[in-house]
């Protein structure tokens, strides 16, 4: 089926047998608030899996809220894994994850179940799948590290921009991880890492799978975004980040960089809590917009708009 996008005209519905996907490996994405962690329990329930997380902050202790961590019930149902396995000074990147990952999907596979991969980092399920070039810079170099910290977001992008303008165009001028790591591993190796991608095209991952992509309209994503948010604020999202920067957590650290927990520390630091809800929605917005830009392209197997759109048939 690789390759091969299913959906149905008819009825939109998509009906697939329950003896084609289990002992599979099941990869769930799309884009934040999409219905992804639902679609994930539905399906471990019905094909006796496991769920290993795809999300780069879920993994960080602490980071609850603003995550959308399973529920403690949903963990009493479904085994989870790949959540709350790092600190928050934890270095870690796309081909640590893919190693601890497939480990896991090996055991689970060993185990006469089914692995089921949920997540929103395209990253890392294409590191995963052997789809992009890892490699492990947490040793590093801690003062050419110290070095790029110093350096702008704006600097940092031009820099990589003329040193390897293939790789820059795949990373967001905003994101400053990743330009930090694209510069990292050219000056631990040497070389362009556009160049070292290319030589790895074909580590890909050989396990049977299907990839499905849950792709809601643009006006429910939008409405489920603002729900959540929303649900956040109440549940104390602003407080949980005071915490996290109480006990020492550094506000430039990857987990408080990402989408809702970098508006939310810059507010708090910056004393100016005013309107900072509809900013962290807006922020979530554009990063779905990103999401689903991303999406589009990859090799998905069946494609959805709904969770309720995919049947699994006896």
């Known amino acids: 089926m690789k390759g091969r996008k299913i959906k149905s005209v008819e009825d939109n519905t998509v009906r697939v047998k329950k003896e084609y996907l289990k002992g599979k490996l099941i990869i769930i994405s799309g884009a934040t608030a999409s219905g992804k962690s639902f679609l994930g329990m539905k399906l471990a329930g019905i094909l006796d899996g496991e769920i290993i997380g795809a999300d780069s902050i879920q993994m960080y202790r602490g980071f609850d809220i603003g995550a959308a961590k399973p529920t403690?019930?949903?963990?009493?149902?479904?085994?989870?894994?790949?959540?709350?396995?790092?600190?928050?000074?934890?270095?870690?990147?796309?081909?640590?994850?893919s190693?601890?990952?497939?480990?896991?999907?090996?055991?689970i596979l060993n185990r006469g179940k089914t692995p089921i991969v949920v997540g929103g980092s395209g990253l890392y399920v294409r590191a995963l799948l052997g789809?992009?070039?890892?490699?492990?810079?947490?040793?590093?170099?801690?003062?050419?590290?110290?070095?790029?910290?110093?350096?702008?977001?704006?600097?940092?992008?031009v820099l990589l921009t003329k040193l390897d303008e293939s790789r820059a165009k795949k990373i967001h001028p905003n994101d400053r991880y990743r330009i930090e790591r694209a510069l990292s591993i050219m000056h631990l190796t040497g070389r362009r890492v556009s160049d070292l991608e290319e030589e790895a095209r074909d580590n890909s991952y050989k396990k049977p799978r299907v990839w499905i992509y849950l792709k809601p309209d643009r006006e429910t994503i939008i409405n489920n975004i603002n729900l959540r948010t929303g649900k956040m604020f109440e549940m104390g999202f602003i407080e949980e980040v005071k915490a996290l920067l109480d006990s020492g957590c550094d506000p430039v650290s990857k987990p408080m960089q990402s989408i809702g927990y970098k508006e939310v520390s810059t507010a708090i630091l910056n004393n100016d809590l005013e309107g900072i809800q509809n900013k962290v929605a807006i922020a979530t917005r554009q990063y779905a917009k990103r999401q689903v830009t991303w999406f589009n392209k990859v090799d998905y197997d069946i494609l959805i708009r709904s969770t309720d759109e995919l049947i699994i048939e006896d």
């Open 72 to 97: 403690e019930e949903d963990k009493k149902k479904v085994l989870h894994h790949m959540v709350d396995i790092l600190n928050w000074n934890d270095s870690f990147d796309a081909g640590q994850y």
């Open 99 to 107: 190693k601890k990952a497939r480990c896991i999907i090996d055991e």
């Open 131 to 157: 789809q992009n070039f890892n490699l492990d810079i947490s040793g590093g170099d801690p003062e050419f590290k110290k070095k790029l910290s110093s350096i702008s977001e704006h600097d940092l992008y």
